[in-house]
């Protein structure tokens, strides 16, 4: 039984969260460094290039990379401060294994003893109840290198089905449209096509927190002529400076894109031409369209007719334009519906795959883009082959040297997993860089059904709050620690590099992967000596995919900055934009630039549903969450890092000054907000930039700091992302905070 | 020549004197003195000048004249003068015999500071006294094997000569230069290694006090050495490269970053204003409303900026000065937007 | 020394408050671990405006001016020092004169107020600067708030800007070695910054926002 070994202050005690702030080395000024290390940023998925300083065996600051083109030197704080990770205190040196008795409800173990003790457990849980009964969940921050082998290995070696991973809870829903609409998945223009644009428009993105560089492409848009549209509950920083801001209320932007639509086709604003040529089922969606008039758009959507109407003219006439979304689009039961709205508004204005023109969703997560391309999904194998496509099963499994019949079906996705969980059918659980306790909604759930569990065993380089029900800790890499590759929001693949070797008994994932398969006596497959033989068998096994590596080699990264997909021989330059006219792809081969067999893009219906959870008498607000700009997700390594964690100690409550004299609440004041699911207390922010209607909290805190205990875990029906953006709640004053 | 020069340049001459006059009557009309010893008696005498004219000038510039009026007022505040000479005490032990200040910033250049000031004082103490002819050793007349200080002349106590006191004493000047060397080494350790002062270090200010008070250590030690060991082998040399190094010092006391020792114990003046500051009113924000210095700090600087021409002054009633750091630093940020106001307004 | 034709420009309205400056300017080696760089939230309940203060490197120094202990120089390439740490004495004057609010009065991390007994301020990262690499914040700042390079890099990449170097406080005009962008169609010839001190921030700086109730 995987529950708490101790109580969670005497393991907050022992493996923290506890700040690391700069000292001794860190503040030698003139400190003599042994290497400057080109590489990335680990936190999100902009992936700025920087240069890490080592200084004896550890990473000790950071030198600007001027010469990377996305950022050019730019960071964010998150990045800056990164380093504090290197000599952290809590960093896990060896093996844990779980013990109520010891002080910390741990005690070290010796790292063979580890994987041996690992593999026994796998090893009697799928002899009793199957292959099957045990699950993997893994993780988008990972290099591609082992999120392809997170999906071998659940595969291959343990034979479940069951693996997937927390991109789940990212951008899969920009996915899961991008593939229905373009017939692949990938942001569709590298990020100096908004350079250009003469309209952009940012739906659903807190740009300046979650992805900062991409603030100063707007801004040189906009000193070239560019407006910029936001749409968003709250003013966002960027949004204070855009030229129309359009306050929606949550779960709404389905509504806002077929209105605008709507209007592109009562007043003609549409690329006939494009439409004529390169997509089809146009008739079937303006028929849809009809009934999302103006004025029932603005109705819907709790805007000023007058705002609608502006957007729409400017998105109608413009010439150039690029189209951003991010998960404040994306988290919802209908977020695929919401993502096919803006490709529809896309598609019809023409606007796609030429210069200036584009459309991205913003990844959120390190490698958002290589963690859902290469075989972690449950539905999917590597070069974005579908599991339950014949054709794709024999490919791969020629490269694993398995029989097709062999390798398993489709799994279910990550919050189904711990649905099996709960219902008895999974057993067993290995993680990776995922912290479902945190981060999944509705997360006392989770954590009752990781009490459930027979056998847990979790790897990573802090014990993150998930881990703590762990069986046996696994000690884990840190991404300075590995070589690599990810793929960034533009669809560039770039090199990450190992600065340092693991301290004390941590082994780089891969490594404690291809451990446990030996372990388990099945070592095939997983003789690996170093990551670039496991690119290379990706890139063997990607070829002839959508997601094609098979051109994009480690030298090549980095003589030219990173290679962006597809790239199909070692001759081919990549391809930076996707959908140029007289592109060839894969699927379509010559027929036209999207990639299906006709080469034509799809029109696909875009149905209006409401979140799941409305608003009523007994819970009358609207709660969505999100990030701020110095905590990165669940928090595992920003709630670590002093200077980051100084700046967002904890979460609060934003309420709108109306909302706020309604519900008797003053700046300061401790609010009970409670959902259908639980509750929790905040301090309160009273601010004018959001709607009355609708609070935030940011979520990456954990224990009674989480809000995830409170949203819902409503799923899109396609994607199965989260309804992280709207529950309903109430809230009120407590008279004295506890 | 201005009023200013003309002042600082009376009273650097009356230092001057009044030094001149001491050493005559200190060492009892130059019975005492040590002819060789001129040349440091002369650039002693230019140094005081130099400082004494420096200081005054210093002085007269509206800020520190200001804070050196505001100081002392306080100071001897009626009813607060035993109170502030026991603060007093206690900052001088504390921030200047034990750099408290700079233990704080960084422990190393505590130390470093630490070596390099006792060493000088030392050494100081040491030899002016000798130079001036304040101090003599005489060896008594009953006891041969016993020395006796003379202190401007009056026998002072005796003792053995060949004592461990007597060791420490006649070697006084080779245990400061000990302390010197090894602070002028974890400073130049300091210059030539920190990224920060490299950038920041000038020759003049940074790098010649710290060659010369090695110079003289050394120099001093090898003397030292000459007499001792080497049987005075290059002793004349010795002497006189020691003078030139010593001489030199003291005629760069004025100019450069010497003359810190002279200026830091205004602090204690500052200590004092901000003190009695803090219990007076408050200045309020114009702005913001909040308080943010003592009335008494904001209107001796609208004081100081008028004697120094600037005129930030809003209307008849408001000064700049009355606004709060922070609410400066939005004002600039509020005004350059407005700048940009209306620019998109085209909806 | 600093390159001549090297400037420094700051459109404050770029600025997401995103803190990247004020992290990576404690990374300095002129004064590590201790950031010089404000970054100056208005009113956030009215507005997420913020606002990012480096020293301006004023011609004629107000901060060195009132100084009564000389510890405020200017370098021949016109960047304004931070105090000598043997001189300053720690006395503020400097802090409360400056026009543009820079100087902080260093405590230190953990110690009681000016324990440091120092003043410090940014020296536009002269580590970087005097040996032609850009200073921290103006290379890190991922909204290009605050920008480090050439006039004609400026103008090229801004063209809707244009940099102005002279403010009005009071009577009082100030002119500085860094550059602030405002409009390049508006009059203005320097920067009334008092005007402002009716000012409140605009939820929305430029574009247009619902007044109503839906």
Request: proline share 6%; aromatic share 10%.
């Amino acid at each position: 039984m995987s529950k708490l070994p101790v109580a969670p202050e005497q393991l907050e005690a022992h493996y923290g969260p506890h700040l690391q702030f700069p000292g001794g080395k860190h503040l030698q000024s003139g400190l003599e460094i042994d290497r400057l290390v080109k590489t990335h940023c680990c936190f999100c998925g902009q992936q700025c290039g920087i240069q890490l300083k080592v200084a004896h065996q550890q990473v000790v600051g950071f030198e600007p990379w001027e010469d990377f083109p996305f950022n050019r030197g730019m960071l964010c704080p998150k990045g800056i401060k990164r380093y504090l990770q290197g000599g952290h205190p809590d960093r896990l040196l060896t093996a844990l294994q779980r013990d109520p008795a010891a002080a910390g409800g741990f005690r070290p173990l010796e790292y063979p003893q580890a994987i041996a003790q690992t593999a026994a457990a796998i090893a009697k849980i799928q002899e009793q109840h199957g292959f099957a009964a045990f699950g993997v969940l893994s993780g988008a921050s990972l290099t591609s290198e082992k999120a392809y082998l997170m999906g071998k290995f659940a595969r291959v070696c343990l034979r479940t089905p069951y693996i997937d991973y927390n991109g789940r809870l990212c951008m899969v829903s920009a996915g899961a449209a991008n593939k229905k609409a373009f017939g692949v998945d990938r942001g569709g223009n590298p990020w100096s096509d908004i350079l250009g644009a003469e309209l952009i428009w940012i739906s659903g993105a807190n740009v300046a927190e979650c992805a900062p560089i991409t603030t100063h492409y707007v801004w040189q848009a906009r000193e070239q002529g560019a407006r910029v549209v936001v749409v968003d509950p709250r003013v966002t920083p960027l949004a204070r400076t855009c030229d129309l801001f359009l306050p929606i209320k949550p779960g709404r932007d389905v509504a806002l894109f077929n209105g605008i639509l709507h209007l592109m086709i009562e007043k003609d604003w549409l690329d006939h031409a494009f439409i004529e040529k390169y997509t089809v089922g146009f008739e079937k969606l303006a028929e849809s369209v009809r009934e999302w008039t103006p004025r029932r758009t603005a109705q819907v959507c709790g805007l000023n007719q007058k705002l609608v109407e502006q957007a729409a003219e400017w998105w109608g006439t413009a010439s150039t334009s690029f189209l951003m979304h991010a998960r404040g689009i994306e988290h919802h039961s209908h977020g695929v519906q919401n993502v096919l709205g803006a490709i529809n508004i896309v598609l019809a204005s023409g606007r796609i795959g030429r210069e200036n023109c584009g459309y991205s969703t913003i990844t959120g997560q390190a490698n958002g883009q290589g963690g859902r391309e290469h075989g972690q999904k449950c539905d999917q194998l590597p070069g974005g082959r579908d599991i339950s496509n014949p054709e794709h099963r024999a490919h791969v499994a020629g490269i694993w040297g398995v029989a097709p019949d062999d390798l398993p079906q489709a799994g279910v996705d990550a919050y189904e997993l711990f649905r099996k969980i709960d219902q008895g059918e999974i057993k067993g659980l290995l993680t990776l860089c995922f912290n479902p306790k945190v981060s999944l909604p509705d997360s006392e759930f989770v954590a009752r059904c990781l009490d459930k569990l027979e056998f847990y065993a979790a790897i990573d380089f802090f014990l993150n709050e998930t881990a703590q029900h762990a069986d046996i800790v696994l000690p884990g890499s840190l991404q300075e620690e590995d070589e690599g590759v990810v793929c960034s929001a533009e669809g560039r693949v770039i090199r990450i590099r190992k600065a340092i070797d693991c301290p004390g008994e941590a082994r780089q994932d891969w490594r404690i992967i291809q451990d446990l398969a030996a372990a388990l006596k099945r070592p095939q497959g997983f003789e690996f000596q170093h990551p670039g033989q496991i690119f290379d068998e990706l890139r063997r096994a990607s070829q002839g995919g959508v997601v094609d590596y098979s051109g994009i080699t480690y030298e090549k990264i980095e003589a030219s900055y990173g290679v962006f997909w597809p790239c199909p021989s070692e001759e081919h330059p990549g391809t930076p934009r996707l959908f140029e006219p007289d592109s060839w792809n894969v699927v379509a081969r010559g027929q036209g630039p999207f990639y299906f067999p006709d080469g034509k893009a799809r029109f696909q219906v875009a149905d209006y549903s409401p979140p799941q959870e409305e608003v009523d008498e007994e819970y009358p607000l609207i709660l969505t969450t999100g990030r701020v700009i110095s905590q990165f997700l669940s928090g595992t390594q920003t709630r670590r890092i002093g200077p980051l964690a100084e700046m967002h100690p904890a979460p609060w409550l934003e309420v709108h000054p109306q909302l706020a004299a309604k519900l008797g609440l003053k700046a300061g004041d401790t609010a009970l907000v409670e959902s259908r699911r639980s509750s929790i207390e905040l301090t309160t922010k009273v601010v004018n930039t959001i709607r009355p209607d609708t609070v935030f909290v940011p979520y990456h805190w954990a224990g009674r700091e989480s809000i995830n205990r409170l949203t819902i875990a409503a799923q899109d029906p396609i994607s199965k992302i989260p309804e992280y953006k709207a529950c309903a709640v109430r809230v009120r004053r407590l008279e004295h905070g506890s | 020549m201005t009023r200013e020069r003309w002042n600082a340049g009376m009273l650097a001459l009356t230092a001057t004197l009044l030094l001149a006059f001491a050493i005559a009557a200190g060492s009892r009309d130059f019975h005492n003195f040590d002819a060789a010893l001129i040349g440091y008696t002369f650039s002693t005498l230019f140094a005081t000048f130099g400082v004494a004219y420096r200081y005054a000038m210093w002085l007269q510039r509206p800020p520190t004249a200001m804070y050196w009026r505001r100081g002392w007022t306080v100071f001897f505040r009626p009813g607060h003068l035993l109170a502030n000479c026991r603060v007093w005490l206690h900052r001088v032990l504390g921030e200047f015999a034990a750099n408290e200040f700079i233990f704080r910033r960084s422990k190393r250049r505590w130390l470093t500071h630490m070596l390099l000031m006792w060493g000088c004082i030392l050494a100081s103490a040491v030899t002016f006294p000798l130079v001036f002819g304040w101090i003599h050793f005489a060896t008594d007349a009953d006891r041969l094997d016993f020395y006796r200080v003379h202190v401007f002349g009056i026998p002072t106590f005796a003792f053995p000569t060949e004592s461990l006191f007597g060791f420490l004493l006649f070697h006084a000047l080779v245990w400061a230069s000990f302390l010197v060397i090894a602070g002028c080494l974890m400073a130049l350790r300091r210059r030539l290694r920190d990224a920060g002062a490299q950038a920041l270090q000038q020759f003049a200010e940074d790098w010649a006090p710290l060659i010369l008070l090695f110079a003289i250590s050394v120099t001093g030690l090898m003397l030292t050495a000459s007499y001792t060991w080497m049987k005075g082998y290059g002793y004349e040399f010795l002497a006189l490269l020691h003078a030139v190094t010593v001489i030199a010092t003291l005629i760069w006391l004025p100019f450069g970053k010497f003359f810190h020792i002279f200026q830091r114990p205004a602090q204690l003046g500052v200590n004092f204003y901000h003190e009695v500051g803090g219990k007076e009113t408050q200045q309020p924000c114009l702005r913001c409303d909040r308080p943010f210095a003592s009335q008494m700090h904001v209107k001796d600087l609208m004081t100081v900026e008028k004697q120094l021409g600037f005129h930030y002054e809003l209307d008849e009633q408001r000064h700049y000065q009355q606004v709060c750091p922070a609410c400066r630093r939005a004002l600039l940020g509020l005004s350059q937007g407005e700048a940009w106001k209306g620019i998109s307004r085209d909806v | 020394m600093v390159p001549e034709k090297m400037e420094f420009f700051i459109d404050a309205n770029r600025c997401i408050g995103c803190k990247a400056c004020f992290q990576a300017c404690s990374e300095c080696d002129t004064h590590k671990g201790v950031s010089m760089i404000h970054l100056e939230t208005i009113d956030r309940e009215r507005s997420v405006q913020t606002v990012p203060v480096v020293c301006m490197h004023c011609e004629d120094p107000t901060c060195a001016q009132v100084c009564p202990a000389d510890a405020i120089k200017r370098t021949p390439d016109g960047v304004v020092q931070t105090a000598r740490k043997s001189r300053c004495i720690a006395c503020s004057n400097c802090v409360l004169a400056c026009p543009f609010g820079v100087p902080k009065m260093e405590s230190g991390r953990g110690a009681s107020v000016s324990g440091f007994n120092l003043m410090m301020k940014c020296d536009m990262c002269y580590d970087r600067t005097s040996v032609g690499k850009k200073p921290m914040c103006a290379t890190v700042c991922p909204s290009g708030a605050l920008f480090y390079g050439t006039r004609e890099q400026m103008q090229k990449e801004r063209p809707r800007s244009r940099p102005i170097n002279e403010f009005r406080f009071g009577q009082q005009t100030v002119k500085t070695k860094v550059n602030v962008l405002v409009p390049r169609d508006s009059a203005l010839e320097q920067l009334k910054v008092t005007d402002a001190l009716g000012s409140q921030p605009d939820i929305l700086l430029l574009g247009m926002y619902q007044e109503e109730e839906p």
